[in-house]
């Protein structure tokens, strides 16, 4: 079984800066992968960030980085220069090759 | 390319009645989720399909839930007979095949069972 927690229900940062949102995952698969989604109030799951976990290169994706800590079982992501269309509920997603095991999710404030 | 389409938007019902929503993948993805998304939490997966087959559906409330895709293309979810516990979105979501593919999603059906 697979478990994800987000420990931060609400961020909140200004125009900008940067932010990091926490995860961590508990997984009996040796294989797996781990997902950052982004949910704005639309309701529109989108990727931002895929990292497999056999990878030990951190995956980036322009603003967007993840620090991978395998023995920690922590993945967490950090926005860089913070935008206001990155305002969005945060999920993180552990997958052992098949269906996405979703943490509750992190609301993030963007202010001006 | 067109992304995963979800039908309808919105749905209310009154409790004990059946509703059924559809969706129909990216083309050519083999494979296809419906979650369960209740206000304040995340995505909870109901049933995974491979093409027409059933990959796993141990979360599927079966009394009352059903999924079908006959033709591995296009799914049908539906709710028989509907309880107050069901208001939720309903996700669907598609990925070319297994092993930590990305899944995207469409934008779901939100219902509300008074």
């Known amino acids: 079984a697979q478990t994800v927690t987000q420990s931060q229900p609400e961020m909140s940062v200004q125009e900008a800066e940067t932010v990091t949102l926490s995860c961590t995952y508990d997984?009996?698969?040796?294989?797996?992968?781990l997902f950052w989604y982004k949910q704005p109030p639309s309701r529109q799951m989108i990727l931002v960030i895929r990292?497999?976990?056999?990878?030990?290169q951190n995956a980036t994706e322009n603003r967007f980085s993840v620090n991978f800590q395998k023995a920690a079982k922590s993945f967490s992501l950090k926005i860089s220069d913070s935008q206001l269309g990155d305002a969005a509920m945060y999920f993180c997603?552990?997958?052992?090759?098949?269906?996405?095991?979703f943490g509750k999710g992190t609301s993030l404030l963007v202010t001006p | 390319e067109a992304g995963v389409a979800q039908s309808p938007r919105y749905k209310i019902i009154e409790k004990r009645q059946s509703v059924a929503f559809w969706c129909n993948p990216i083309?050519?993805?083999?494979?296809l989720y419906w979650y369960q998304q209740i206000l304040g939490q995340g995505p909870k997966l109901l049933i995974q399909?491979?093409?027409?087959?059933?990959?796993?559906d141990s979360q599927l409330p079966k009394d009352r839930f059903s999924a079908e895709r006959l033709k591995g293309v296009d799914s049908t979810l539906k709710i028989q007979p509907a309880k107050l516990e069901d208001s939720a979105v309903y996700l669907c979501?598609?990925?070319?095949?297994?092993?930590?593919?990305?899944?995207?999603f469409g934008p779901g059906t939100r219902l509300l069972v008074l």
């Open positions: 997984t009996s698969e040796s294989d797996y992968y």
């Open positions: 997603a552990s997958s052992g090759g098949y269906a996405l095991n």
């Open positions: 979501a598609s990925s070319i095949g297994t092993g930590g593919e990305t899944q995207y």
């Open positions: 083309s050519g993805h083999a494979t």
């Open positions: 990292q497999e976990a056999y990878k030990q």
């Open positions: 399909f491979q093409n027409n087959g059933v990959v796993d």
